[in-house]
């Protein structure tokens, strides 16, 4: 109902930063190897459908792959950290110090190990996603007041039930605030891994249409690569929307 | 005129000597010291005293929260923890600790899900209509006011139908209106009811509006101060804060805190 209405603004916004994008190349006669206008990249969307579609559909699963990968395996540890006190103490400060180092230079040191294939762009797809999930995770499950804790030991509730009944629900919001970071990494990172070494993939395509100075083509690619995050993006706001109904105000 | 016949009641909650202590060696701190009341089934006992008295402590230990250090404390006979197993009490903290993830009916249904969902279950939609809360069943938690969201919580506590009902400042967080107002349907609720109650609060007028007795506690190390009998008749509406009865028992109380 509001949506519509509330989006009018953005809508016309963007129209008119296009327009303006296509008068700037026109007015300026600004060569189209080094920017070319609007217009040429719907040329080259409709030219280079093809090529697009096919390079699509492997970056699409690397970042899908590595979403679910990273996503769960941060999960998974954020459950043992908080249960295990010891396990946070040992394994936290390793995981903080993996993610300080820049994925761009793991990048290379994936693809060394397990050559051209799927497999360094889903890992490194996943790695990216993996933080901010494992981070956020486990400030969720340790969000749950001390009086709820006293309420399910006054009802005489099991650790297992105190885990599905109260831990889980509580940790929600703060799961899902880094899914949304996540879905939009995970593509930086499938496409980060394909300009290492690779012949496939919107990132292999980018690193192609530069040397070649098919910038029509290179702009395509990009836009197509940002419509893959945003569809991710939409995917997990969409679920987020459906499973969690209540606010939780300390998020964020 | 209830107090009259106390003795021929059995004994909801009985604690004799009671120690509890935080902490070990020389950092050991005494919260409560040679405790020893009982409070006989279906009364309502108010417990006041200087903050660090140990009045939520004794609560608490009452409700298998707290360990017991020495002495002896039963719940209609058994030991805190069997009592808890046997969901022979419930507890209502000062935040409501509704989950917000559910809505006020099913927050009433949580205890039919945990700890083995054992006991009397009675029913929820019916105990929503007895806290004044029909018609706002699916409401969520965040929809509510912290009245309302009190309420729900008074519920959840009887979902069980338990003998006894543990308050720990329940209204503390309110406004002075709506305080109010609970308190009336409070002691409504006990009369329909029949549940013994335990009302932690610290409020002089509260503590005696609502209380069939009144529990003094004194702090450094706390410790029974007095055991006052309120000889207000029931059923008490607002208006008797107003009596001069009700002034001078309050006046008594007062004072007897000053020496606390």
């Known amino acids: ?252 | 005129m209830t107090l009259d016949c106390a003795p021929a009641r059995d004994l909801a909650v009985s604690i004799k000597d009671l120690d509890v202590k935080f902490g070990v060696g020389d950092n050991a701190v005494t919260a409560l010291s040679g405790v020893s009341v009982n409070i006989t089934e279906g009364s309502l006992v108010t417990m006041i005293g200087p903050s660090g008295c140990g009045k939520s402590t004794l609560l608490r230990a009452v409700a298998d929260l707290v360990p017991i250090s020495n002495g002896g404390l039963t719940v209609l006979g058994q030991s805190p923890s069997e009592a808890r197993r046997q969901r022979y009490f419930s507890f209502v903290f000062q935040d409501a600790t509704l989950l917000p993830w559910r809505t006020a009916l099913d927050n009433v249904k949580l205890p039919f899900e945990v700890g083995g969902g054992g006991g009397i279950r009675a029913d929820p939609g019916e105990l929503l209509e007895l806290v004044g809360l029909k018609g706002r069943e699916h409401a969520w938690p965040d929809e509510l006011s912290g009245g309302m969201r009190q309420r729900v919580a008074i519920a959840r506590a009887l979902a069980t139908r338990p003998k006894v009902l543990l308050m720990d400042e329940p209204f503390g967080a309110l406004d002075e209106i709506t305080r109010d107002k609970l308190n009336e349907e409070l002691l409504r609720i006990w009369r329909e009811t029949g549940t013994t109650i335990i009302f932690v609060t610290h409020s002089i007028a509260e503590a005696v509006f609502l209380g069939e007795s009144v529990l003094v506690l004194a702090t450094n190390p706390g410790r029974v101060k007095e055991f006052l009998p309120v000889p207000l008749s029931h059923p008490r509406k607002l208006p008797v804060r107003d009596t001069l009865e009700f002034v001078e028992i309050t006046g008594h109380l007062r004072r007897s805190l000053e020496e606390c």
């Not at chain 1, 970056?59 to 946070?88: P, R």
């Not at chain 1, 993610?99 to 060394?112: D, E, G, K, R």
């Not at chain 1, 995770?137 to 099991?158: F, I, N, Q």
């Not at chain 1, 990132?203 to 910038?215: D, K, P």
Request: with cysteine.
């Open chain 1, 1 to 252: 109902m509001s949506g519509l209405r509330g989006r009018t603004p953005a809508v016309i916004a963007a129209v008119g930063l296009i327009c303006l994008w296509q008068l700037i190349v026109w007015a300026f006669s600004v060569p189209t190897y080094m920017a070319p206008g609007p217009v040429d990249v719907v040329i080259a969307f409709r030219e280079s459908a093809g090529i697009l579609w096919s390079n699509f559909w492997p970056t699409l699963y690397e970042a899908l792959l590595g979403f679910i990968c990273g996503n769960t395996i941060a999960i998974l540890l954020a459950v043992w950290f908080v249960h295990k006190t010891t396990a946070e103490r040992a394994f936290y400060p390793i995981a903080v110090f993996i993610n300080t180092i820049p994925i761009i230079a793991v990048a290379p040191i994936l693809v060394l190990i397990f050559g051209n294939g799927f497999a360094p762009k889903i890992i490194i797809a996943g790695l990216i996603c993996f933080f901010p999930t494992l981070v956020n995770m486990v400030r969720g499950l340790k969000a749950v007041s001390p009086a709820t804790l006293d309420l399910m030991r006054v009802l005489s509730a099991s650790n297992g039930e105190v885990f599905w009944k109260v831990r889980i629900q509580s940790s929600l919001p703060f799961l899902f605030a880094a899914l949304r970071i996540a879905s939009t990494t995970c593509v930086i990172g499938a496409i980060v891994a394909e300009w290492i070494g690779s012949n496939f993939g919107l990132g292999a395509l980018i690193i192609e249409a530069t040397y070649n100075f098919r910038s029509p083509l290179l702009y395509a690619t990009v836009f197509t690569a940002a419509m893959l995050a945003v569809a991710i993006f939409s995917t997990v706001s969409f679920a987020e929307s459906r499973i969690v109904r209540w606010k939780a105000p300390e998020v964020h």
